[in-house]
């Protein structure tokens, strides 16, 4: 049973992933943005609630420490270029996260919607 769950979640990745980005014309991004802004500053507050966008943002590539533990170079490398795109002289910016925010697929986005949600459940 758990393997022909894993396959089915393996195949829908996969399709995904060579079908390019999902619900691209039909979702404005913008209202999504504002959504996750809105219920992290709901459960953050306003003055930490980029911080913790920034951080959760890269919790979906993984924790730093466990791509270092892996020697997964490709996440690492990722990892920090998204972590640099949401800074400005050092300090998380709200207009390079809305920047970094349009320019991931929309099936990421909309996952970042769905955590952004369950945070205040």
């Given at each position: 049973?758990?393997?022909?769950?894993?396959?089915?979640?393996?195949?829908?990745?996969?399709?995904?992933?060579?079908?390019?980005?999902?619900?691209?014309?039909?979702?404005?991004?913008?209202i999504?943005?504002?959504?996750?802004?809105?219920?992290?500053?709901k459960?953050?507050?306003?003055?930490?609630?980029?911080?913790?966008?920034?951080?959760?943002?890269?919790?979906?590539?993984?924790?730093?420490?466990?791509?270092?533990?892996?020697?997964?170079?490709?996440?690492?490398?990722?990892?920090?270029?998204?972590?640099?795109?949401?800074?400005?002289?050092?300090?998380?910016?709200?207009?390079?996260?809305?920047?970094?925010?349009?320019?991931?697929?929309?099936?990421?986005?909309?996952?970042?919607?769905?955590?952004?949600y369950?945070?205040?459940?």
């Amino acid at each position: 049973m758990g393997n022909s769950k894993s396959s089915l979640k393996k195949r829908i990745s996969t399709y995904i992933f060579l079908k390019g980005d999902i619900l691209d014309n039909d979702l404005n991004k913008n209202i999504i943005i504002n959504l996750i802004f809105k219920l992290y500053k709901k459960h953050y507050g306003a003055s930490e609630y980029l911080d913790w966008i920034s951080n959760d943002l890269l919790v979906f590539i993984g924790y730093k420490i466990d791509l270092e533990k892996a020697n997964d170079i490709e996440g690492i490398k990722l990892w920090d270029e998204l972590n640099k795109k949401t800074m400005l002289n050092g300090k998380t910016n709200k207009n390079k996260i809305i920047e970094l925010l349009n320019d991931v697929p929309t099936y990421y986005l909309m996952s970042f919607l769905g955590w952004a949600y369950l945070l205040g459940k």
